[in-house]
C-alpha cells in the first residue's frame, strides 16, 4: 500500500483558511479547533477553502458552529445538536469514495465521527473524527505514526474552582450594564433538548439550568463527552496512547485537540481578563478527564482567543488564534503577525526546522507563567482591565 508522507501540521483559526494561497503543498494537513462559522453559508465557504488549500483539515466543532437559526430549518436542524450533525455531514459531502492510501481510521469512527475521500480526489479531505497517519522513514526522524484525535466538548460553570473577584469588583464593573447571561450570546442562540440538559442523572433540565452562570449542572458537557468515548475506548486508541505509546516498535505521536479549555491554567487569572466572567463559559471537567486519560504528546484548544504554550501535569497544551479584526491588535497580535504555526513536520523545513513535534511557541502569557507563577489570589484588575471598562 502507498503511504502518503505528511509534511506539516498547522494549528490556526479558521477564518485565515480563507486568505492562504492555494498552492500549498498537497500534503500539507491543517487543525481547526472550533468556531469556524455560525452561518452555514460562511461555514461551507471555509471548509471549501481548507479542501482547496490543504490535503486534510481536521475540524471540532466549537460554539459558534452550534448557533441556531431559521437557515437550515428545511433541513431538520431546530437544535444545536442537530446543528452539530449538520457540521458532520458537511464535512463528510465530498468524502465519500473511502480511506485514502496511508491513512487510518479508527474503528470505532462513524460517518458522524470521522470521514475519510479516495486518492483520486484531489481536493483536500475534512475530518471530525480520529486519523492514523503513517508516515515514512526520514533522515531526521524514525519511522513512525501521528495519531490525531478531536475530542468534542461544551463548558458547565463549574469547572471554574478558582475564586471569583470580590463582589463589589464585579457590582462596579456591571454598574449600570446589561448582565454577563445577558450578553452571552450562547444563551440565545444555542438550543437544547431538555434531556440533553438533564443529563443520566435526571437533574433538572429547563432553560434556566442552561443560560446560568451558577448552575453546577454539567449535563450538556457530559453528552459531548459521551460522544468521544467509542474512539477512546477504541483497542487501536488504547494501545498506542496507553501502552508505551508504540505499535509494532514503531513511535506514536499524538496530538488531541479541542475546542474548549480542558484546564484553569490554559486561562490568565480572573484579574487579567477583560470579561472576568468568562472562566465559566471556557471549561469541561469531563474534557479533562479524557485528555489525561489519553495522554497526548500535545493538545490544542481554542475558545478564548489568547495565544498560549504551557506544559501542565506532563502534558503540553497550546492555543494560536487569529480572533477579531480588533483583537489582533490586542491579545491576537502575535498570530496575526506570524500567521499559521506548524505543530509537526515530518521532514523539518524552513531555518533548519527539525522533524517531528515542534518546540515551545514564544507566547506573552506562556513567558509570564516561567516568570510569575499563578496566583488566583490577588484581585487587583490589571491597567489594561481598568483601561477598558473605564471607557464604557
Known amino acids: 500500500m502507498m503511504r502518503r508522507e ?20 498537497p500534503s500539507v494537513r491543517s487543525s481547526l479547533p472550533g ?21 486534510a483539515t481536521f475540524i471540532v466543532a466549537g460554539n459558534h458552529d452550534l448557533w441556531v437559526s431559521s437557515a437550515l430549518a428545511e433541513e431538520g436542524v431546530v437544535d444545536s445538536i442537530d446543528k452539530l450533525a449538520w457540521v ?4 463528510a459531502e465530498e468524502d465519500e469514495d473511502g ?19 479516495s486518492s483520486r480526489n484531489k481536493r483536500g479531505k475534512i475530518y471530525t473524527g480520529p486519523v492514523l497517519l503513517h508516515l515514512p522513514p ?11 484525535v478531536p475530542l468534542l466538548s461544551w463548558y458547565h ?19 449600570g450594564r446589561p448582565s454577563f447571561e445577558q450578553c452571552w450570546a450562547d444563551f440565545r442562540y444555542c438550543k437544547w433538548p431538555e434531556e440533553v440538559v438533564r443529563g443520566e442523572g435526571g437533574r433538572e433540565g429547563g432553560r434556566e439550568e442552561w443560560v446560568s452562570t451558577t448552575t453546577r449542572n454539567r449535563g450538556i458537557a457530559e453528552w459531548f463527552a459521551k460522544q468521544n468515548e467509542g474512539f477512546l475506548e477504541d483497542a487501536r486508541v488504547r494501545v498506542e496512547t496507553r501502552e508505551g505509546g508504540r ?19 490554559l486561562c490568565p487569572e480572573k484579574r487579567f481578563l477583560i470579561e472576568p466572567m468568562l472562566t465559566k463559559v471556557i471549561g469541561s471537567r469531563p474534557l479533562r478527564e479524557q485528555v489525561e486519560r489519553l495522554k497526548p504528546d500535545l493538545h490544542l484548544f481554542g475558545h478564548t482567543h489568547i495565544p498560549l504554550d504551557i506544559e501542565v501535569g506532563g502534558i503540553r497544551y497550546l492555543q494560536w488564534p487569529l ?22 513536520d515530518s521532514k523539518g523545513g524552513e531555518g533548519g526546522r527539525e522533524g517531528g513535534l515542534q518546540g515551545e511557541v514564544p507566547t506573552r502569557w506562556g513567558a509570564h507563567y516561567k516568570e510569575e507563577g499563578r496566583d488566583v489570589l490577588k484581585t487587583e484588575l490589571a491597567p489594561w482591565v481598568k483601561m477598558y471598562w473605564n471607557r464604557r
Open 157 to 175: 460553570p463549574s469547572w471554574d474552582t478558582e475564586p471569583d473577584l470580590p463582589a463589589e469588583i464585579l457590582a462596579e464593573l456591571y454598574k
Open 99 to 117: 480511506r485514502e492510501d496511508g491513512e487510518q481510521k479508527s474503528s470505532s469512527s462513524s460517518s458522524s465521527s470521522g470521514s475519510s475521500s
Open 6 to 25: 505528511i509534511t506539516c501540521l498547522f494549528a490556526f483559526n479558521a477564518h485565515i483558511t480563507l486568505t492562504l494561497p492555494p498552492s500549498l503543498p
Open 35 to 55: 468556531d469556524i462559522a455560525s452561518n452555514p453559508s460562511n461555514f461551507r465557504a471555509a471548509l471549501a477553502a481548507a479542501r482547496r488549500r490543504f490535503h
Open 247 to 265: 505499535e509494532g516498535g514503531r513511535k506514536v505521536v499524538v496530538i488531541s485537540f479541542s475546542h474548549f479549555l480542558p484546564r484553569e491554567e
Open 323 to 344: 480572533g477579531s479584526v480588533g483583537e489582533q491588535g490586542r491579545q491576537t497580535g502575535e498570530m496575526s503577525l506570524k500567521g499559521p504555526v506548524v505543530v509537526f
Open 88 to 91: 458532520h455531514k458537511v464535512a
Open 138 to 148: 526520514h533522515l531526521s526522524l524514525p519511522p513512525s505514526l501521528l495519531l490525531l
